[in-house]
């Protein structure tokens, strides 16, 4: 299993350019998430999905989109990428169950000037 | 909307002693699970130890324990015999068990250095 894989691992845009951050899991997880980091902030979620077709926003969901077209991907998009999106992005996964463990991708570090 | 606290931005020990990182949590609920995570410099977020609510004994795992205190919220990691290894930063985390599909909630980390 290759777990959760993230792509890019780096990324630098300019302001208002879009992209779209990949992540992918090959566990079978019905739940997958993603957050940002930011010095001090911690980890706070932006969105996440609990199964293909079923999205939610999170604490932090202004100017991202997020869809669920199958189960193992769960791309975010940046429509108009702004400086305050400078940050590290994180994907997680995990079973649907009263279960615990969250898995996480390695992590993807967005610059945008 | 529960909430995690890390009261300590950064700490510091002494290769081979022992450290305690603080954390707190506020919920109304009374089953959920409780999370350390580890991130070292390469950026990767790695499980140390999690526990049950609803477990009264301390999760150990080799080196790492906590000491967890349903009743005043409290969820403290002890790492024991501390290597050079154990340098990053360690976050506390919260999820709730009424239902599997459940975000966590991080506390904002404590960035543990370890002294040779």
């Known amino acids: 299993n290759a777990g959760v894989t993230q792509t890019p691992k780096f990324q630098v845009l300019k302001t208002g350019q879009s992209m779209t951050l990949q992540c992918a899991q090959d566990?079978?997880?019905?739940?997958m998430s993603w957050y940002r980091q930011d010095p001090g902030m911690g980890l706070r979620l932006i969105h996440y999905?609990?199964?293909?077709?079923?999205?939610d926003q999170g604490e932090v969901p202004n100017g991202y989109n997020v869809s669920r077209s199958t189960t193992e991907d769960f791309p975010l998009r940046l429509l108009s990428a702004a400086p305050s999106q400078t940050s590290v992005y994180f994907c997680a996964s995990s079973y649907s169950r009263r279960t615990y463990e969250q898995y996480f991708g390695p992590g993807t570090r967005l610059t945008v000037t | 909307a529960q909430t995690v606290t890390q009261s300590q931005p950064e700490m510091s020990v002494q290769e081979a002693e022992t450290v305690t990182l603080s954390c707190t949590y506020d919920t109304s609920e009374s089953d959920y699970y409780l999370f350390w995570y580890k991130q070292p410099p390469s950026r990767q977020m790695i499980l140390v130890i999690r526990q049950e609510a609803y477990k009264q004994q301390n999760a150990t795992e080799n080196r790492f324990s906590v000491n967890f205190q349903k009743a005043a919220k409290s969820f403290s990691l002890k790492i024991s015999d501390s290597q050079l290894g154990d340098a990053a930063m360690y976050f506390c985390?919260?999820?709730?068990?009424?239902?599997?599909?459940?975000?966590?909630?991080f506390g904002k980390g404590t960035r543990l250095s370890v002294i040779a």
């Open positions: 566990m079978n997880h019905e739940y």
């Open positions: 985390a919260y999820r709730t068990a009424f239902s599997g599909n459940t975000p966590l909630v």
């Open positions: 999905s609990v199964g293909a077709g079923i999205t």
